[in-house]
């Protein structure tokens, strides 16, 4: 299996042939030179037990062959587009220049920690100083790992240099952006809304008054309002993918998303003027209205609308009533959440609600919200305590 020759420099060079490629079917030699030919026949046998145990090692591939590798033959199969979009970002505008010419075989846990400091220091490709954070380092991590994982799973290399590298690390109560709009911001934007934009009226007073996102409430049904029962059904989501413009996706962000949401005789009041509204312009227009998405929001002619597009309509009117720019459109599904916990809601019924995969996600997104919350938690408990 290996064989040793001595040069004239006085080092060992060492081959060590590892069976074939399977994919290929061609014979896969390995080589390296050592000053000591104990050190030779030590590389010899680790190699040759790698061997016996199946691990093909690919002696040319490099990493940026395994991350195109993984990508298309895991990421584009088992994520949605706009989910793979974002991995192919991170891969092409990062690890690839950075990681990818170096040997897959030769990847050491040292080459993955000095890319993450640097890319702490100089990560940015917005043309602006500085670094990236935590929080999107974490995610070039687990990219990456997973890459990793997937070339031990397929047996390219015997463990995953990512293993010893400790993930960045967020400090979710420092880090954490997430606000929410005053009860007299939401009432500035209704008001202005209901002369400038009645359907970003309504749009906004669902987002507040459900939680619901803003793919969910784009991709929103007439089939799923249940006005009888008054329910919701979040079913689907309207996604902008590349290349592909507005797309209805049959499924939500996640399984927890496919939720039911109770809605109030207010809110089926607001949707039932505005399927009214709808159905005039349906009569009005036609055989030119797009009859076969029934989407609860969409353009005058029923045609979908795409997402950025509502992300530019609430900043115009954000910017109108002289809100905050931290205040996004996002914001107006976390003020949902916010509204109900400072009103001592359980969390149970906030993460139903929003659709969060556990409590432990809605407390640790929003507790920093309400910091009086543990304040009157110690109270009740005194007061139990010593009644």
Same mark, same amino acid.
């Given at each position: ?7 004239? /420099?006085?080092? #060992?060079?060492?081959?060590?042939? $590892? ?23 030590? #590389? ?5 037990? &790698?061997?016996?145990?199946?691990? %093909? ?20 199969? &088992? ?16 690890? @690839? ?27 940015? !490709? ?6 990236? /954070? ?7 991590? !687990? ?21 010893? %590298? ?11 952006? @997430? ?6 911001? @939401?009432?500035?934007? $209704? ?16 987002? %507040? ?48 998303? /496919? ?12 949707? &039932?003027?505005?399927?009214?509204? &709808? ?19 969409? !353009? ?47 969390? !149970? ?17 929003? /507790?920093?919200? @309400? ?17």
């Amino acid at each position: 299996m290996a064989s040793f020759k001595q040069l004239k /420099s006085g080092n #060992w060079q060492t081959q060590v042939y $590892l069976g074939k490629d399977p994919e290929t079917g061609k014979a896969m030699r390995e080589y390296k030179t050592f000053t000591r030919k104990r050190d030779a026949k030590k #590389w010899a046998r680790k190699m040759e037990l &790698q061997a016996d145990q199946g691990v %093909v090692v690919q002696t040319d591939m490099t990493v940026k062959d395994l991350l195109l590798k993984w990508f298309e033959e895991y990421a584009v199969v &088992q994520t949605e587009k706009t989910t793979h979009d974002r991995y192919e970002i991170i891969l092409k505008t990062h690890l @690839i220049p950075a990681l990818g010419h170096i040997k897959l075989k030769e990847l050491s846990p040292a080459h993955i920690r000095i890319y993450l400091q640097k890319k702490r220091k100089e990560g940015r !490709k917005d043309g602006k100083e500085g670094g990236l /954070s935590e929080a999107t380092l974490l995610k070039h991590y !687990k990219k990456l790992k997973q890459a990793l994982s997937f070339a031990v799973r397929n047996r390219y290399i015997a463990t995953n240099p990512a293993d010893p %590298v400790e993930a960045p690390k967020i400090d979710r109560r420092r880090n954490n952006t @997430i606000v929410a709009l005053t009860k007299e911001e @939401i009432t500035k934007l $209704l008001e202005i809304a209901k002369e400038d934009d009645p359907l970003l009226h309504d749009f906004i007073y669902l987002a %507040v008054h459900t939680g619901m996102r803003k793919s969910e409430l784009l991709g929103l049904e007439w089939d799923n309002v249940d006005f009888e029962n008054k329910k919701i059904r979040v079913r689907q989501a309207l996604v902008g993918e590349k290349g592909n413009g507005s797309v209805l996706r049959k499924s939500t962000k996640t399984a927890n998303s /496919s939720r039911n949401i109770d809605i109030t005789d207010e809110i089926v009041e607001v949707l &039932q003027k505005r399927k009214k509204k &709808q159905e005039e312009f349906k009569e009005f227009l036609g055989d030119n209205y797009h009859d076969e998405y029934n989407l609860v929001f969409c !353009k005058e002619d029923g045609e979908k609308y795409y997402p950025d597009r509502y992300n530019v309509r609430y900043t115009e009117l954000r910017d109108k009533a002289g809100l905050d720019k931290g205040k996004t459109i996002h914001t107006l599904c976390h003020t949902h959440a916010s509204i109900l916990l400072e009103l001592n809601e359980h969390p !149970k019924i906030v993460q139903e609600r929003l659709g969060h995969a556990s409590i432990t996600q809605t407390m640790d997104t929003y /507790s920093h919200l @309400i910091p009086t919350l543990q304040a009157k938690a110690a109270e009740k408990a005194s007061k139990f305590l010593d009644a």
